[in-house]
């Protein structure tokens, strides 16, 4: 069991530009979420993937932001003309299918936007 | 949305119950309560979930009152690996957005 993995742990970015995450969830597991943390509050919900479908994302989300779960495996989070605002961590967690609300969190990767 | 609310902080001697409350008086009659921790550093991890009747599984046991406005997370017998947030969350019915609030950092003193 090797976990939910996420890429790169850290980036460090300028204002303006865009970055990339990658998350791999745990093998077979069907459903994908992305979260956002900042300091001191809990994570937040930003994104759903059921297989290769976006089921749901968040109001909050702005349309610098995008998802993708291509083949319903690994999933990738974009933030295009990134901001300060936007340094926080990023998790990814998993579940099953047959076990839906126990999400399996990554270690997550943090955004720092200078 | 419903949300939940929790005290910011708790200490609690090693070995002694742990019990976190949560206040979740929106929450509708089909939303389930779920309890996550997270240690530092480290992403969420599940604990328990309930609906209406008490539950209890190898880590912790979940008490709802009867009005379904508030639950209680016990750890039966703290030790200091427990020290982490301890997050009470819903989620509204229909969505798959699941609601963290600030959570209530536990403290396990040895």
């Known amino acids: 069991d090797t976990g939910v993995s996420q890429n790169p742990r850290h980036k460090i970015t300028k204002r303006g530009q865009n970055v990339t995450f990658r998350c791999d969830p745990i093998s077979e597991h069907n459903r994908l979420y992305w979260y956002r943390q900042t300091l001191g509050q809990g994570p937040e919900f930003l994104t759903y993937f059921q297989n290769e479908a976006q089921l749901e994302k968040s109001r909050l989300l702005s349309d610098r932001f995008s998802a993708e779960r291509p083949k319903g495996s690994f999933s990738t989070l974009e933030i295009q003309r990134t901001e300060q605002g936007d340094s926080a961590m990023y998790l990814c967690?998993?579940?099953?299918?047959?076990?839906?609300?126990?999400?399996?969190f990554g270690p997550g990767t943090r955004l720092t936007v200078t | 949305d419903a949300k939940t609310t929790q005290p910011t902080s708790m200490d609690c001697a090693e070995g002694r119950a742990a019990n976190l409350p949560c206040n979740h008086s929106t929450i509708s009659g089909n939303e389930y309560v779920y309890w996550y921790r997270q240690i530092h550093s480290q992403g969420p991890q599940y604990i328990i979930h309930?609906?209406?009747n008490n539950e209890t599984n190898e880590m912790a046991s979940l008490i709802i009152t009867e009005d379904r406005k508030s639950s209680t997370l016990i750890l039966p017998h703290a030790t200091l690996r427990d020290t982490a947030v301890y997050y009470c969350i819903v989620r509204p019915p229909g969505t798959y957005k699941y609601i963290f609030g600030t959570g209530t950092r536990l403290k396990v003193l040895a």
């Open positions: 309930g609906l209406k």
């Open positions: 967690a998993s579940s099953p299918r047959q076990s839906s609300y126990e999400q399996y």
